[in-house]
């Protein structure tokens, strides 16, 4: 078993396909959702892809379609943002453009966050949306702690809930 994460270097990653080159099977498994989907598993994906090798994706959880699932927001339209950036000013901005994005093209905007950093980042939605935009906060998916919860950034502003360092998946909707 050998770890692949943000860390590793990309000149190591085509060494992890040595199995394969040797005639044995090889897995990836994901810590938290589905390798390669938010996930670095990416870099191996892609290598093996280079190389040749067959890729045989198999079924498992994934806390971004799980959260989309669980959200009652727009399933038909959706995209997948990745994180947000860091900077306040800047991931305000982008916030602002994704609330446009889902307002015309009636699409939800799906986003991760490091979850130390999950209150700044809910704080910051709720201060930029408009307060009819719909808000899920997914988080602890298929814990014991689950918890999803949708409901417009008005509603939110009211409770001005924290998250804590959980895993989350954030999803808008914005109204027209």
Known sequence: MTELNEH???ANVPRLLAPLREGRPLGLLSEAGCPAIADPGAALVEAAHAAGFRVVPLIGPSAITLALMASGLEGQRFAFCGYLPREARERARRIKELEQRS???QETEIFIETPYRN????GALLDTCAPATRLCVAADLTL???SVRTQSVADWRRSRATLGKRPA???LLART
């Open 119 to 122: 209150d700044a980042l809910l």
């Open 144 to 146: 014991a702690t689950e």
């Open 103 to 105: 307002r015309r093209e």
């Open 8 to 10: 590793t270097p990309a």
């Open 169 to 171: 998946v954030f999803l």
